[in-house]
């Protein structure tokens, strides 16, 4: 398992979150986290990042357990997370935003990495030189995956990449996740958007106020009547 | 050329050259978005220790103002541990009682010679001219020794001005001063990208505790006598007013902004009844039309563009 969390209860002051959540994300697979709003998808990713700490359970990244770790630690481990609301840096130049994607690395290949994502988003080429804040938010999304994939992660956690898009660019997110995962990179990937989740997914978790209440194959989940019901607008048609 | 070399003049020249190293303080914890009002605490620990050991102890000049230095680095490195993982407001008071704290215990110090204050502190310009008439310099320029040590003091502080702005614009060019632009920018999203918010944020605090410490130590050799209330809240409010009204966003905006707004009061002598009343209005105008200083961010890139257009220029040999 490339991701372990075991039991893991956390929160924000006296409003626990999490209430004992296990997952696993195998090496070289798209796991989904679906749920309605306030469920805890968000902070199950902020604990993975040590951003929020684990009160009870144990988060594993290969192995190795992560509890002390602080986020930029985590990042050196091998995780990189594209926030919710993308928090891309306004005042500074697309470019500007990727080269600190990379911050911790010093090897050699940084400019070609930066390259292959110019490659892949043909629209931050264009803007490289533009502040973040100017782009759109299909654009800033695209920025903030870009951001992340430069620290050469090997897992990707995504929250919410579609949020607030127009469904073309939730489309081309989507793409561009699929042909992330294809070199090699591990996706955990939160959406609120099940139908699209599901489908490029492997796995699925979902969650409903800070419990996991259904998981398996992705495709066994989509066919899951609760799901449908909750999540993919089964109720509607039957 | 005479009359420029007046003492007032050149002591005028003295407190902008020391007053732009304590806007420099502050824009240096801006720069990694920490506003942080402790920078009169950390003068006056910089200048209460280098008039301390250079007085009692008699040690060479040069090693107290570095020592002043060291000084309020060590204090920013105990109080910042805390303090640095404070944010906004909640960091400009907790760094704004400490300066308080330092004054009140300075007020009631046997060392530091309570309310009293020290005086007969070692005079750097009449140490300088010592070691110019030394040399025999003071004959070559036909100066007296008053004038010529207090012209040497000019350029020291403004060799040290250059050097002090040096280091900290190559830094804000390196690695580190890209580490601290995102911070500013977002210090979440920077920690996302595997920056260790929690260190630069303290090492642009004992970056800037030790210049304080310097500026400290630099006032109290240039004024010979330090007292608890020099180093009041006061002091504070105007590091920050150089900073801001200079711009805040830029690092060429504290040398100006103390330039400007240590030039005008003194030229504003003749009319003392108005004077605070046109310091204050110039303020809120510069607010009102400029709100991020005279240099902001956009004004620099001007410049450089500008630049950068003549020189082409002049490579195409138009």
Not at chain 2, 296 to 306: E, G, I, L, Q
Request: proline letters at 3%; one cysteine or more.
């Amino acid at each position: 398992m490339l991701l372990e969390m075991k039991d893991v209860v956390a929160g924000y002051g006296n409003i626990t979150a999490l209430k004992g959540i296990s997952l696993s994300v195998p090496e070289g697979s798209i796991v989904t986290l679906i749920g309605a709003n306030g469920a805890g998808k968000s902070t199950t990713m902020k604990t993975i990042m040590g951003i929020v700490k684990a009160r009870e359970g144990t988060v594993a990244f290969q192995g190795k357990e992560l509890k002390s770790e602080k986020a930029y630690q985590v990042v050196r481990e091998g995780i990189s997370l594209v926030p919710e609301g993308r928090q891309i840096l306004q005042n500074m130049t697309v470019q500007e935003n990727l080269e600190l994607g990379a911050y911790q690395r010093n090897d050699s290949q940084i400019g070609s990495d930066m390259e292959k994502i110019f490659e892949r988003f043909p629209r931050l080429k264009e803007r490289r030189r533009q502040y973040g804040g100017t782009l759109s938010g299909g654009e800033q999304q695209m920025l903030a995956i870009g951001r992340a994939v430069m620290a050469r992660p090997k897992l990707l956690l995504l929250d919410e990449p579609s949020m607030g898009l127009a469904p073309l660019v939730v489309q081309q997110i989507f793409d561009v996740i699929k042909d992330i995962h294809k070199t090699g990179t591990t996706v955990l990937l939160v959406e609120q958007n099940a139908q699209k989740a599901l489908q490029i997914a492997d796995y699925a978790y979902v969650m409903e106020t800070g419990k996991i209440v259904i998981e398996g194959p992705a495709a066994d989940v989509a066919q899951n009547p609760q799901v449908r019901a909750a999540y993919l607008g089964g109720r509607k048609s039957s | 050329m005479e009359d420029f070399l007046n003492g007032y003049f050149l002591q005028v020249f003295v407190f902008i050259c020391i007053n732009i190293i304590l806007a420099l303080t502050v824009y240096m914890t801006l720069c990694t978005g920490q506003l942080s009002l402790g920078n009169a605490g950390f003068m006056s620990f910089g200048a209460y220790t280098s008039a301390i050991v250079t007085m009692h102890a008699g040690v060479p000049m040069p090693v107290g103002i570095f020592m002043g230095g060291l000084m309020a680095a060590f204090i920013a490195l105990i109080i910042g541990i805390p303090t640095t993982r404070l944010r906004g407001l909640y960091l400009a008071i907790a760094t704004l009682g400490f300066g308080e704290v330092v004054r009140v215990v300075a007020l009631n110090l046997k060392i530091t010679n309570g309310a009293l204050g020290l005086s007969g502190i070692p005079s750097m310009a009449s140490s300088l001219s010592d070691y110019a008439s030394d040399w025999g310099l003071l004959d070559a320029l036909r100066l007296d020794s008053q004038t010529a040590g207090q012209l040497m003091m000019c350029i020291v502080l403004l060799i040290l001005v250059i050097l002090i702005m040096t280091f900290w614009v190559r830094l804000e060019h390196s690695r580190i001063g890209r580490a601290f632009a995102a911070i500013k920018a977002d210090e979440h999203a920077a920690e996302l990208s595997g920056i260790n918010t929690v260190y630069y944020k303290m090492m642009s605090f004992l970056f800037s505790a030790f210049f304080a410490g310097i500026a400290g130590a630099l006032y109290a050799h240039a004024t010979f006598f330090i007292s608890p209330t020099d180093f009041s809240w006061h002091k504070v409010v105007d590091m920050l007013l150089y900073c801001v009204f200079g711009g805040s966003n830029v690092v060429w905006g504290a040398p100006l902004g103390a330039a400007i707004l240590t030039i005008v009061p003194e030229s504003l002598r003749s009319m003392a009844e108005y004077r605070d009343t046109i310091y204050g209005l110039m303020l809120v105008a510069l607010m009102a039309f400029r709100p991020d200083g005279i240099l902001s961010a956009d004004v620099m890139k001007w410049f450089s563009n500008h630049h950068k257009k003549q020189n082409s220029r002049t490579e195409k040999g138009e």
